[in-house]
Structure formats: structure tokens, C-alpha cells
T-cell receptor, first 112, second 110 residues
Framework: DTAVSQTPKYLVTQMGNDKSIKCEQN?????MYWYKQDSKKFLKIMFS???????INETVPNRFSPKSPDKAHLNLHINSLELGDSAVYFC???????????FGSGTRLTVV | QKEVEQNSGPLSVPEGAIASLNCTYS??????FFWYRQYSGKSPELIMF????GDKEDGRFTAQLNKASQYVSLLIRDSQPSDSATYLC??????????FGTGTRLTIIP
């Protein structure tokens, strides 16, 4: 009964490859997010969707493209991976931001 | 740019003592404040939230909010080794997202 599930948990890939991370929540939340946590543990928002509509698109390279087929799913596709993309990517969901988030378990992406 | 500041630590506290974690934020209009705990290699977990000035207690945890001073803190009483983690402060600046501090790494010494 995982509330927010992400796959895969680990991803090791070579520079230049394209990869996707998937996220699903069964909490009935309207809003989903992608956050990136760097090696210094700083959590920075990338995107958020509310009921399939993009509402936040921070300064993120165009190589990153989110997609939300329905309000329970939010995927992240990354083209032409670079070394600097190595990080832990967290999906999260919430009823609204001021209710707090529930995070997925994270995807540790390593680009070699 | 709205900001959240936390002392990165590490903060070392003896077992059984009170751990005090502090956070300051830049936006006077903030209404909601969240504390997350993150164990090494795990995802952040919501442990406390506070909306009003004053104290809010939940078990061994107390959140304290002072909006005039733009300051929120988390007290952990009777600290246990299992409390060793990074604690993230996250105000809601009303811009449809949470902005996280860099976190304070807490170590409880047996």
C-alpha cells in the first residue's frame, strides 16, 4: 500500500542517454511535484502539476520534460543526460502545498 | 528570492537531552511551516506542521513559531539515537510549493 511510489529506485547510465522516471500516488492528491536533491542534500523544486496541468516550471534545462497522464501519475523524462544530472530525484504529492507533502522513496540517478 | 536558513550542523546532543533545531525565513507573509525528518538514504518524512504563533506539541516534538521574528524551531525532548537524521524546515511562501532549507544534521550520542 505504498502511498507514493517511484521507479526505478536506482538508475546508472552513460552520458548522452535518455531515461525516464515514473511516479504514482494513491492518496487522491491533486498536486504532484518533482524535486531534485543534490549531493549537499539541498531539495530544489523542478516541476509541479495540479490535476494534470503544469503549474510550476522552475529554471530547469529543456532536456527535462515532465508528463502527467492523469492526476495520479507524474513522469520525468531526461534527454541527453549529463554528469551534473547525477542526484536523487524525489516525487511528492499533496492536497495543496500548505497541507505538506508525501514523498516517494526517491530515484538515485548516476550518470557516468 | 524567498529564502530559508538553517544551521547545517552537525548538531551533537547527548541521549536524553533536548535537541533544539532552528530555522529563519525571509517572507513575512508565510502562513504554514513544516518540519521534515530525513534519514540517510531515505526520503523526507513530515513530522510536524504549525500555522499559528506559539507552541505546538506532538509527543516528544514541539514546534515553536514566531512570525514577527520570522523564526520557527523544533524541539525534541528525551532525544533518542533513532532521532539522528537531517531535519528540514519548509515554509509555505504561498507560491504553490514548499521551499526547503538545507537541513540540520542531528546526531544523538548514546
Amino acid at each position: 500500500d505504498t502511498a507514493v511510489s517511484q521507479t526505478p529506485k536506482y538508475l546508472v547510465t552513460q552520458m548522452g542517454n535518455d531515461k525516464s522516471i515514473k511516479c504514482e500516488q494513491n492518496l487522491g492528491h491533486d498536486t504532484m511535484y518533482w524535486y531534485k536533491q543534490d549531493s549537499k542534500k539541498f531539495l530544489k523544486i523542478m516541476f509541479s502539476y495540479n490535476n494534470k496541468e503544469l503549474i510550476i516550471n522552475e529554471t530547469v534545462p529543456n532536456r527535462f520534460s515532465p508528463k502527467s497522464p492523469d492526476k495520479a501519475h507524474l513522469n520525468l523524462h531526461i534527454n541527453s543526460l549529463e554528469l551534473g544530472d547525477s542526484a536523487v530525484y524525489f516525487c511528492a504529492s499533496s492536497h495543496e502545498a500548505n497541507y505538506g507533502y508525501t514523498f516517494g522513496s526517491g530515484t538515485r540517478l548516476t550518470v557516468v | 528570492q524567498k529564502e530559508v536558513e538553517q544551521n547545517s550542523g552537525p548538531l551533537s546532543v547527548p541521549e536524553g537531552a533536548i535537541a533544539s533545531l532552528n530555522c529563519t525565513y525571509s517572507d513575512r507573509g508565510s502562513q504554514s511551516f513544516f518540519w521534515y525528518r530525513q534519514y540517510s538514504g531515505k526520503s523526507p518524512e513530515l513530522i510536524m506542521f504549525i500555522y499559528s504563533n506559539g507552541d505546538k506539541e506532538d509527543g516528544r516534538f514541539t514546534a515553536q513559531l514566531n512570525k514577527a521574528s520570522q523564526y520557527v524551531s523544533l524541539l525534541i525532548r528525551d532525544s533518542q539515537p533513532s532521532d539522528s537524521a537531517t531535519y528540514l524546515c519548509a515554509p509555505d511562501f504561498g507560491n504553490e510549493k514548499l521551499t526547503f532549507g538545507t537541513g540540520t544534521r542531528l546526531t544523538i550520542i548514546p
